[in-house]
């Protein structure tokens, strides 16, 4: 089964391909306090997406050498 993540378009100037910030929380080893941990990933469309837009990517077979997720659907 794929990986799925969600998350908001923050570009979409590329033809064919947005990027999608995706945030999490992680805690501190110690401390224990939880921070945002936030990482981008370029993922395949076929339609126009607005930014700011939540989707779900999921992971594909590479279309290029940083292109490895596409947009599943828009939420």
Same mark, same amino acid.
């Given at each position: +089964? @794929?990986?799925i993540l969600k998350g908001k378009i923050v570009s979409n100037k +590329?033809? !064919?391909?947005? /990027?999608?910030?995706v945030t999490r929380l992680? %805690? =501190?080893p110690v401390y224990?306090?939880?921070t945002k941990v936030s990482d981008r990933y370029k993922a =395949?469309? @076929? *339609?126009? /997406? #607005? *930014?700011?837009?939540?989707? *779900? /990517?999921k992971a !594909? %077979? #590479?279309r290029s050498h940083g292109k490895k997720?596409?947009?599943?659907? !828009?939420?």
């Open positions: +089964m @794929a990986q +590329m033809r !064919s391909t947005v /990027i999608v910030e992680k %805690r =501190h224990g306090k939880q =395949h469309t @076929a *339609e126009e /997406i #607005p *930014e700011g837009t939540v989707v *779900e /990517i !594909s %077979r #590479p997720w596409e947009v599943v659907k !828009s939420l």
